[in-house]
Structures are given as structure tokens and as C-alpha cells.
């Protein structure tokens, strides 16, 4: 199950969901180094990729937060 989602919208801004829930908004520069990133890479490697530009599971709390988060 994929929890991490994202659009890209017609002006290049690339918006990003978990579990649903927008959580950031990606323009400019950071939104084209996003996009070529995202272009190639494969499902577990894109969720990634989202994860740590949202700044989710980098505090070490990464088993404990997935416990929370499996019903999503």
C-alpha cells in the first residue's frame, strides 16, 4: 500500500498527500528536482523520495509512527 501520493499540476508545481492529506507543496526549483527524480524512480523508491522531502520518518520514530498510520 502506497501511502505517500502526488500531483503535478499544469504550472509545474508538484503537490504531495499522505495517507490522503495534502502535506506539502513543491515549487520552483524544488519542484523540478522532484519531478526528474520521481520520473525514474520505482514505488518503494518514490515513497522514499516523498518522505524525506516531507520531513516524515527522519526523527527515528519510524516503527512507532507506521504502528499509527496502517489503517490510513
Known sequence: MSDFAY???KNQKAFISFCG???TVLSGKDAENFIAK???AGDSEA???MAKITGNFKR???KA???RVDSC
Open 21 to 23: 492529506k495534502q502535506v
Open 60 to 62: 527515528g520514530n519510524e
Open 47 to 49: 515513497q522514499l523520495i
Open 38 to 40: 520521481i520520473a525514474h
Open 65 to 67: 509512527f507506521k504502528k
Open 7 to 9: 500531483k503535478i499540476a
